[in-house]
T-cell receptor, first 112, second 114 residues
Framework: SQQGEEDPQALSIQEGENATMNCSYKTSINNLQWYRQNSGRGLVHLILIRSNEREKHSGRLRVTLDTSKKSSSLLITASRAADTASYFCATVPTDSWGKLQFGAGTQVVVTP | KAGVTQTPRYLIKTRGQQVTLSCSPISGHRSVSWYQQTPGQGLQFLFEYFSETQRNKGNFPGRFSGRQFSNSRSEMNVSTLELGDSALYLC?????????????FGPGTRLTVT
C-alpha cells in the first residue's frame, strides 16, 4: 500500500506559470522527499525536508511541510517545458529506516 | 562520479522462468534499495541492503529475493515469474540511509513477462 497521496493526479499549465501539488501521508515520518520522473525513466531527487522543518527552497522549488496535518506541498515557480514530468512525494516512516514510501504521483505537463 | 547503473535495461522473460537484475551503486554508497513500479500499484519498496545485510523488506512474496556484495553491488532475483511481475525495477543507492540522505536512482530495468 502507498503511504502518500498526491493531489492533483494531473496538472496542465503553460510555461511561466506556477505549479503546485500536494501530498498527504498517514504515519509519523523522519523526512519527506520529492522526486521527479521523466517518462518511465529513473527518479531524480529534488528536495528533502526533515520533520522538524517547515519550509525549504531549492532554485525554483519551494516545499512546505505541515506535520500536524500530515501534508506537504511542492511549488514550482516560473515553470518550463522541461519541467514536464511526474512528481512523487516519498516519506521515510519513523519505524522504517531505509524504506521510502511513495505516493501515486502528480503528472505535470507544461506547454510552451 | 558515475551514477547508479542497472543491467540489463530491458528484459523479456516467459512465465515460470527466473530472472536476476543487477545494480551498481554510486561509489562510496553502502545502502541499496530496490523498488517495483507498475501502472496499477505505483512505486513499491521491495527491500534495502546495507553492508551486505537486508535491513528492510517490503510486502512481496518470497519469490523476490536479493543480496548485496562486499563492494555494495546488489542483485535481485525473481523466481517463477508471473505476468504481474512485469514492471520497471528501480534500484537506488544512498551514502548511509534514506533517513539523512537522499536516494539516487538508476534508470531501471524494464521487465516484461509473457
Amino acid at each position: 500500500s502507498q503511504q502518500g497521496e498526491e493531489d492533483p493526479q494531473a496538472l496542465s499549465i503553460q510555461e511561466g506559470e506556477n505549479a503546485t501539488m500536494n501530498c498527504s501521508y498517514k504515519t509519523s515520518i523522519n523526512n519527506l522527499q520529492w522526486y521527479r520522473q521523466n517518462s518511465g525513466r529513473g527518479l531524480v531527487h529534488l528536495i528533502l525536508i526533515r520533520s522538524n522543518e517547515r519550509e525549504k527552497h531549492s532554485g525554483r522549488l519551494r516545499v512546505t511541510l505541515d506535520t500536524s496535518k500530515k501534508s506537504s506541498s511542492l511549488l514550482i515557480t516560473a515553470s518550463r517545458a522541461a519541467d514536464t514530468a511526474s512528481y512523487f512525494c516519498a516519506t521515510v516512516p519513523t519505524d522504517s529506516w531505509g524504506k521510502l514510501q511513495f505516493g501515486a504521483g502528480t503528472q505535470v505537463v507544461v506547454t510552451p | 562520479k558515475a551514477g547508479v547503473t542497472q543491467t540489463p535495461r530491458y528484459l523479456i522473460k516467459t512465465r515460470g522462468q527466473q530472472v536476476t537484475l543487477s545494480c551498481s551503486p554510486i561509489s562510496g554508497h553502502r545502502s541499496v534499495s530496490w523498488y517495483q513500479q507498475t501502472p496499477g500499484q505505483g512505486l513499491q519498496f521491495l527491500f534495502e541492503y546495507f553492508s551486505e545485510t537486508q535491513r528492510n523488506k517490503g510486502n512481496f512474496p518470497g519469490r523476490f529475493s536479493g543480496r548485496q556484495f562486499s563492494n555494495s553491488r546488489s542483485e535481485m532475483n525473481v523466481s517463477t515469474l508471473e505476468l504481474g511481475d512485469s514492471a520497471l525495477y528501480l534500484c537506488a543507492s544512498s551514502f548511509l540511509d534514506s533517513f539523512s540522505y537522499e536516494q539516487y536512482f538508476g534508470p531501471g530495468t524494464r521487465l516484461t513477462v509473457t
